[in-house]
């Protein structure tokens, strides 16, 4: 008997979805495998993620503060994949927008005591350009001088790291200590919990205005994209640069373009961190959100409202997996998912045929 | 901190770069990118690291290093080649699992001290050559040498041999190789294992004679990756590869070394361990690697040299333009 693999031409949606759910469900089992295998317990540390990450509406509320920056970093990716720009630097604009913000504040560059109102849009603002900046970089280079975004984007996470820790630990240090004075009042992003007076239920729950930045960003997103020519454009230069290039669309204005917008969206994800959640600037602000943000990118499958979901679930994770022990279990089932919707890619792109006669080679 | 041991450290540092950076040209050049040298770099640290520890041996150490980088590297040969799964992706995917298994596995070494490690060795009569004696082959680990011996052979390999001149085809016109009767799948797993071999081995080096220790997933701190960028900077060429990763080697040790000088030039050092400019120091080999790419990709596409032909793109039998 023959294995063969035959194109598809369209998979259906139900199948699509199917197969994707299959493959982390299998990543999942297998993780519990290897969890087992070194010693540890996978019914009790799988158990204990989702009452960690689900028990309560406290720690929903926390396991959503989690995915606010997931999600921004998560469209960010999705943006860029979905052209096959292969932006993997969202962590450095993330750390880039989170430093742009601080500056607002830091710097300073608006002077204390300066309203919300005007504190919050530029910090916003400070947090996008800044991310912005640290798209442009890989995606001229890119569009211009044909240099690899892969190298470029990656190279550029471990620069924006040291930027940030330059800062940190020098001009904005606190004491020598490598985190920041902590913001005014008026930088902080409002949250749930600041509304307990009037609604008691809301107390203690530190969902923030980044999140609804997370559901806006999603909508125009998706409506960019399936709605407009802009995003027609974008998704025929994923599907076939070829026939774009035919089709008179300046590849290359769009990358860097794409690019631009991505690193924005990474730098808001950055600004919603120290704004809603740090309110300060740490030199550990990212537990590696922007790395994460490809696999939710990828799980989502470039779906803007399905990466708020996949956001969610990888939130859980972080969140619960905090306290799960070996301490690398929750990366390495981020690896092993990733793996897995790759692998089961070729369900979805090909229909796998059985020959019973011999191939004739 | 004169030259020679500059230099000297810095042709010791290159070889963990050297190692990843050739394996990592076997494999594009049979077709096959693969992104997850950092991943597989860290699975052959901690495994050499480990396994010395235990057994004493760091020869077994280095064997179950490259065995690490091997196994690892056909989970992303299967995907790629008989799944036909995106190169890219898969090549990411390879590196996160590369670095959760790792950090798993590693859980408890950093407090290890004291491994065995590989020995020193000088070469008699060639190490007393001015210059190029004490910074060659005065006191260096025996993996240097062996990166030595690796360059030459990889190039005669690649370039003179019949298998090698196979490895080209199957890179360059896959179709074409198939026709001929050269096994396309089989050429490209053979080298994306390779590749792997000498990614655990590239780990090996860090953890067992370079940089003696487990520092979690800070082990290999990008060199993977900028190993990667050398395959481009050197234009898939081991000479050229060995040339980049001597430079860089320097550089990673430059920035380590110059932040324990107190006065340069008469001046205060500012890159002194402790100040806050040390960051901009440390940023120095990534913004080179951006430098390096850049231009790479310029001469490549001025000399109209480039990447093989099929790198990244699947083998199908039959199917047209593959």
Known sequence: MHLRLEPRIDAPRWFTAVVTLGALAFALVLSGLIIWLVGGDPVKSFGHIVVAAFGSVGVISDTLVKATPLILTGLACSLAFRMRLWNIGAEGQFLLGAWGASAVVLAPILPAGTPAIVVIPAMMLAGAAAGGLWGFIPGVLRARLGVNEIITTLMLNYVALFWLEFWVFGPWSKGGFPETEPFPPEAWLPRLTDFAASFPLLGGLTVHLGLIFGIVVATIMWIALERTRWGYEIRLIGDSPRAARYAGIDINRKIIVVFVISGALAGLGGMSEVAGVVHGLQDRISPGYGFTAIIIAYLARFGPFRVILASILFGALILAGREIQPSGVPAMIQGIVLFALVGSDVLIRYRIRFDRRLATA | ?322
Do not use: C
């Open chain 2, 1 to 322: 901190m004169d030259p020679t041991t500059i230099l000297a450290a810095g042709v010791a540092s290159g070889t963990i770069l050297l190692f990843a950076a050739i394996g990592e040209i076997f494999a594009e050049r049979s077709g096959v990118l693969n992104l997850g040298v950092e991943g597989m770099m860290l699975i052959g640290a901690v495994a050499a690291f480990s396994i010395a520890l235990t057994t004493g041996n760091p020869w077994l150490g280095v064997a179950a290093a490259m065995l690490a980088g091997g196994l690892l590297s056909l989970v992303h040969g299967v995907m790629t080649i008989h799944l036909r799964a995106d190169q890219v992706v898969s090549g990411l995917a390879l590196t996160f699992l590369g670095t959760g298994l790792a950090r798993v596995l590693g859980e408890g070494l950093s407090s290890a001290r004291d491994v065995a490690q590989l020995p020193h060795l000088t070469i008699p009569l060639v190490s007393g050559v001015p210059i190029l004696g004490p910074i060659f082959f005065t006191d260096q680990s025996v993996l240097v040498y062996l990166g030595y011996a690796l360059v030459p052979l990889a190039w005669l390999w690649i370039g003179r041999t019949r298998p090698g001149l196979h490895l080209r085809a199957v890179g360059e016109a896959p179709a074409a190789a198939d026709a001929q009767g050269i096994g396309v799948y089989r050429t490209r797993y053979v080298y994306v294992f390779v590749g792997g071999l000498l990614a655990g081995l590239a780990g090996a080096t860090i953890t067992l004679a370079i940089y003696p220790g487990w520092f979690g997933d800070q082990t290999v701190n990008g060199r993977g990756w900028i190993a990667v960028g050398l395959v481009i900077f050197a234009q898939w060429s081991p000479l050229r590869a060995a040339f980049g990763a001597v430079l860089f080697g320097a550089i990673f040790r430059f920035v380590i070394d110059i932040q324990g000088v107190d006065v340069i030039l008469g001046f205060e050092n500012p890159f002194r361990a402790g100040h806050s400019a040390t960051f901009f120091l440390d940023m120095l080999p990534y913004l080179m690697v951006i430098l390096v790419v850049v231009i790479g990709s310029r001469e490549a596409v001025r000399k109209r040299v480039g990447a093989p032909a099929a790198l990244g793109r699947p083998y199908v039998r039959g199917e047209r333009g593959a």
